[in-house]
């Protein structure tokens, strides 16, 4: 039954990730959201590593280019961001501004592997 599930979400990859590549927050959502689905199907439901998944469907050659291409324009931006805010005193900046930058930050990189 789990196998089924997979290759009907790999299926659906396939059929849907030539058109959402080109919107890259679209694209962006859908890779985070099949990483999840990956891991919860392994971790949850002892989904064999050695089997077809989903992450092979995103790592074929155009999918995984268009992938790379914007986890750097994510890592650009966010460096460029925390340089800017880095040129102010942090007194300037409250507590809980700090610690959710920092949460996002976090959730961004969750998974991305620079």
């Known amino acids: 039954m ?19 590549m080109y919107d890259e927050h679209q694209y962006s959502h859908l890779i985070h959201e099949t990483l999840s689905f990956h891991t ?19 790592t074929a050659e155009e999918p995984f280019k268009k992938w790379i291409i914007i986890e750097k324009k994510c890592k650009r931006y966010i460096t460029q961001l925390i340089t800017h805010w880095l040129k102010y005193p942090l ?22 592997h620079f």
């Open 40 to 58: 919860d199907m392994i971790s949850l439901h002892d989904y064999p590593t050695d089997e077809a998944s989903c992450i092979h469907v995103l």
């Open 2 to 20: 789990i196998v089924g599930l997979q290759i009907l979400a790999m299926e659906k990859l396939i059929s849907c990730i030539p058109e959402i």
């Open 91 to 112: 007194h300037k900046f409250s507590s809980v501004f700090l610690v959710t930058l920092s949460k996002g930050i976090a959730r961004i990189y969750a998974f991305a």
